[in-house]
């Protein structure tokens, strides 16, 4: 059997977080949210692919990135913003970043994207 990979959702705005959160659970995905980049570093669950704002108070998501490929975490990893720029879409996927997503969200192709990296992620896994 197939196990169900974790989304985490890491949004300082409750109503984005509450919107992803239920859109990923009606397409029957695990999810997972925080609030802020340190409580997503904090935890130590299963991640299938990370969504996070660029935008966060305290540790912004170029940082969270950085920590994140410090510590060995490779999965997946989709920046959202409402302030998009080339030179903050070029920063985060030189980071790593698999997607650069403008807010507000479509929300069908942001699946795509999850779907994309997810397949991406088990394919590096299979000999």
Do not use: W
Not at 26 to 55: K, N
Not at 89 to 118: H, M, W, Y
């Amino acid at each position: 059997m197939l196990s169900v990979p974790t989304i985490c959702v890491v949004d300082e705005d409750e109503g984005i977080r509450e919107s992803l959160d239920n859109f990923l659970r009606s397409v029957g995905m695990r999810v997972r949210t925080f609030s802020t980049a340190e409580e997503f570093i904090a935890y130590e669950g299963e991640t299938g692919c990370l969504i996070t704002d660029l935008h966060l108070k305290g540790m912004d998501g170029f940082s969270l990135q950085m920590v994140l490929l410090q510590r060995g975490r490779s999965h997946p990893v989709i920046v959202m913003t409402a302030f998009a720029t080339p030179a903050a879409r070029n920063r985060s996927l030189a980071q790593g970043a698999c997607a650069f997503v403008t807010k507000p969200l479509d929300p069908e192709n942001l699946l795509l994207l999850i779907e994309d990296a997810l397949k991406k992620t088990q394919g590096d896994r299979e000999p």
